[in-house]
C-alpha cells in the first residue's frame, strides 16, 4: 500500500493556479488514471512511459496527495485520485465539446471569395476541386463583383481573399502577383472555316472582331484588339474597330466566338480550356503580353485567408506551366 505523502502546510499564496505546467500535468493525470496503466497514457499522448510517470509524481508533489498507487496490477485510485479524475474527465469533455462546437460552426461557414463573373466562371471553378480535395471540410461562396478592392470592406464583409485584374497592390501588404496574363485571338474552327480569306492578321476586318472586357478594366472595350493589332503592325481604323460586336463582360465574349460569332481577343486564363478542348483556336499565332496582371488580396484577419492563398498560387503556377507548353507546342510566338 501506498505510504501517505507528507504535506507542508500551504497559505492563502500558495495555492496550485492553473499554470501551463499544472495543466500538463493534469492531462497525464487523467489520461494515466482512465487507462489504468502509465505505458497505455503515454501511447496516448505520444510520449515517453517515462514522461507521463514524471509528470504524475510532480502533480502530487504540488498537491500534496497520493494520487496513483503503483502495484504489480497495474494503477489504482486513491480516494484523492477519485475525486480528481471526476473533475479532469468532465473538464476535459467540456473542452473538447466546445472544441468541437466551434470548429463545426467554422466549417459550416463558407469561405468568402471575390471576383470578376469572368475569371469565376472561366478559370476558378475549374479548379475548385483540388481545393475540396485537399480540405474537404470547406465550402466557398464565391462573391462575384467588379469593384476595387477595399481592405477595410474585406473585413467589414467576411471575404477572405479577392482575385484582381490590374489593382496596384502596393499599399495593400497582402497583396500578391499571382497570375501574369496575354493576349491571343480566338475563334471557333467553324468561324475560320466559313472564312478561308483570313489568312494574316492584315485580312482582318472590323465586323469580324469581337470586343469584351469586365466593367472594372479601365479603358475602352476596344482596347484589346488595339494593342494586339499595334503590336503585330496591323493600322485598322478606330471607325472600323467600333464596327465588331462590343460585350461588357469578358466570359460574353468567349461565348460569342465560341458560338462562331466572330473573333475574339482572348485572355489566355479565360480562354485556354477551351483551346486545350478545341472548341477555339488561335488563327494568328501571335501573343501580345497584357498591361494587368492578376493580383491576389487577403483579409489577413480571416482564418482560412492562407489556405485560400497557398492553394490559389499553387493553382496559378500549374496553369503557367500547362500554358507556356500550349504556347511552345502551338508555336505561338511572343510580340
Not at 23 to 28: D, G, I, Q, S, T
Not at 161 to 188: F, H, K, M, Y
Not at 203 to 217: F, I, K, M, N
Amino acid at each position: 500500500m501506498a505510504q501517505p505523502m507528507s504535506m507542508k502546510p500551504n497559505d492563502d499564496n500558495d495555492v496550485p493556479s492553473l499554470s501551463p505546467s499544472l495543466l500538463a500535468w493534469l492531462r497525464c493525470f487523467d489520461a494515466a488514471a482512465r487507462c489504468r496503466s502509465f505505458t497505455k497514457a503515454a501511447q496516448e499522448l505520444h510520449v515517453s512511459q517515462g514522461a507521463v510517470s514524471q509528470q504524475v509524481k510532480k502533480l502530487e508533489d504540488r498537491l500534496g496527495h497520493a494520487l496513483l498507487q503503483r502495484t504489480s496490477g497495474g494503477l489504482t485510485l486513491t480516494l484523492e485520485g477519485e475525486q480528481l479524475l471526476a473533475a479532469t474527465r468532465q473538464s476535459f469533455r467540456d473542452l473538447g465539446a466546445a472544441v468541437h462546437r466551434l470548429y463545426t460552426a467554422r466549417m459550416e461557414k463558407p469561405v468568402n471569395v471575390s471576383c470578376s463573373p469572368s475569371f469565376a466562371m472561366l478559370w476558378l471553378t475549374l479548379r475548385l476541386g483540388s481545393l475540396y480535395r485537399a480540405h474537404p471540410h470547406m465550402a466557398l461562396r464565391i462573391v462575384s463583383e467588379s469593384d476595387l478592392v477595399d481592405p477595410t470592406r474585406m473585413a467589414r464583409d467576411g471575404i477572405a481573399a479577392a482575385v484582381r485584374l490590374g489593382q496596384p497592390g502596393s499599399e495593400i501588404p497582402e497583396a500578391v502577383d499571382l497570375l501574369d496574363e496575354w493576349l491571343v485571338p480566338v475563334a471557333s474552327p467553324a468561324f475560320m472555316q466559313a472564312h478561308p480569306m483570313l489568312g494574316r492578321a492584315e485580312d482582318l476586318r472590323g465586323t469580324h472582331l469581337l470586343h469584351a472586357g469586365d466593367p472594372w478594366e479601365a479603358g475602352l472595350l476596344t482596347d484589346g484588339w488595339v494593342r494586339w493589332l499595334t503590336a503585330v503592325g496591323v493600322d485598322l481604323p478606330h471607325a472600323e474597330l467600333r464596327q465588331g460586336t462590343q460585350f461588357n463582360l469578358s466570359l460574353l465574349g468567349v461565348q460569342a466566338a465560341l458560338d462562331g460569332q466572330g473573333i475574339a481577343m482572348g485572355r489566355l486564363a479565360l480562354v485556354q480550356h477551351y483551346l486545350l478542348q478545341g472548341r477555339l483556336m488561335v488563327p494568328f499565332r501571335y501573343r501580345v503580353l497584357a498591361r494587368p496582371s492578376y493580383c491576389f488580396i487577403g483579409n489577413p484577419s480571416h482564418p482560412e485567408m492562407s489556405i485560400i492563398r497557398d492553394w490559389l498560387i499553387d493553382e496559378a503556377g500549374r496553369f503557367r506551366q500547362k500554358r507556356d507548353a500550349f504556347f511552345h507546342a502551338a508555336g505561338i510566338s511572343v510580340v
